[in-house]
């Protein structure tokens, strides 16, 4: 039993692994990078020290390594879009998202005791 939990668990970190880099790894491959959205009068400074300051000028295995350290802390860096920390942004819908499991799990539990299969 122990060596399959064991399997199970390291299965899964496995698959959080995997997804978690395609995604970084696909977010890399699309056309542009945020600074290209600061519009077509930006300058050529802004662009450089917009960059820098998200790491966009390092190579790919450097952002990647930096990337996945930083998400093992669970710091998510700052926000393109508010312009402030990730988990400030998100902290209000997870705390909704966990009331909300808290409330349907035990709910769901009690329908699946009463299905047929």
Do not use: H
């Not at 060596?3 to 977010?27: D, I, P, Q």
């Not at 209000?92 to 005791?113: C, E, G, K, Y």
């Amino acid at each position: 039993m122990r060596a399959f939990l064991v399997r199970r668990v390291a299965f899964a970190l496995l698959l959080v692994a995997c997804a978690s880099s395609a995604a970084f790894l696909l977010t890399r491959a699309a056309p542009g990078d945020v600074p290209t959205q600061l519009g077509p009068f930006a300058k050529a400074e802004e662009l450089a020290a917009t960059r820098a300051r998200f790491g966009l000028d390092r190579p790919i295995p450097e952002q990647w390594l930096l990337w996945a350290g930083r998400a093992l802390r669970f710091d998510f860096g700052d926000s393109f879009l508010y312009n402030r920390p990730v988990a400030r942004v998100l902290a209000p819908a997870a705390l909704n998202t966990a009331i909300l499991a808290a409330v349907a799990l035990p709910w769901l539990r009690r329908v699946d005791s009463r299905s047929a299969w």
